[in-house]
């Protein structure tokens, strides 16, 4: 790692409470890691509104980015005029708010078509805006592909933790979309996954923590925080052929064209 390298967490939930207590020192020690950007999503309709109207939203930290969205996990607190009031969130926050999501699909969570219908509006939402997906996906490649097709993203996004075959990456970089690359390559076992991300393009991947969950290998049990995105960095760039700067050039970008920044 270089000194001046610059690394942007594409998706970190620094607003949960499991860090009530350290959030400012963590964001400093992030900082003083190169780490200077970092978005932070939406989960639910009222944690999307308190991100927007928190102290955290309220210090101006110029390194926080946000998204507002309804993610499958939440499913029973999400209803139907929820999508409406996003939108409504959205508008009185434009200058916050860079992304919609995290929305997506996941298999593990029952009542597969209210999951589809929402994030089907997710999706409108996003090209009425021009704003980039952050998408959420469980064993549901198949089902987010389906909905992808009757719905096209017209404004990419990123493929939020991805895991799966490269095939399946391929098809949504088609589609505009970035892989998110996140502390699932820390662990030898994700064979399939690191293989993926070794032979993807340089262009299509994102960094991210996804803290307080995720934790790297090793650190299983631990609350995950956004200093390891180093470790995942160090970790992508042994799979990969480009020297590290180049790597980490790269990868700032593309977050910055993800979500429309300068
Ligand atoms: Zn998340």
């Keep these: 790692m270089m000194p001046e390298d610059q690394f942007f967490d594409s998706h970190c939930h620094i607003d949960f409470s499991e860090f009530d207590g350290n959030r400012e020192v963590l964001l400093q020690q992030a900082l003083n890691s190169g780490i200077n950007k970092m978005l932070v999503p939406g989960i639910t309709l009222e944690q999307s509104k308190h991100l927007l109207g928190s102290q955290l939203a309220k210090l101006k930290l110029p ?52 999951q589809k219908q929402i994030f089907i509006a997710h999706i409108h939402l996003a090209n009425k805006y021009q704003l980039s997906l952050i998408v959420h996906h469980r064993q549901s490649h198949h089902l987010i592909a389906q909905a992808f097709k009757q719905n096209q993203p017209k404004f990419g996004g990123v493929i939020h933790a991805f895991s799966g075959s490269l095939q399946q990456a391929k098809t949504y970089i088609k589609m505009g979309f970035k892989i998110g690359v996140g ?3 820390t662990y030898q076992r994700a064979k399939k996954t690191r293989n993926t991300i070794s032979q993807l393009p340089l262009k299509s991947l994102l960094l991210e923590t ?53």
């Design 63 to 114: 390194q926080l980015y946000y998204a507002i969205g309804l993610h499958p996990y939440f499913l029973s607190e999400h209803q139907t005029d929820h999508i409406e009031a996003l939108e409504q969130l959205y508008i009185l926050n434009r200058d916050k708010v860079v992304a919609i999501g995290e929305c997506g699909i996941d298999s593990s969570i029952s009542d597969i078509e209210k």
């Design 183 to 185: 502390g699932v390559i």
């Design 210 to 262: 996804d803290a307080p969950s995720m934790p790297i290998s090793g650190m299983q049990g631990e609350i995950n925080t956004p200093i390891a995105l180093i470790t995942i960095f160090e970790q992508l760039a042994s799979l990969r052929d480009e020297n590290k700067d180049e790597i980490a050039k790269q990868l700032y970008k593309n977050s910055l064209s993800t979500f429309n920044l300068n």
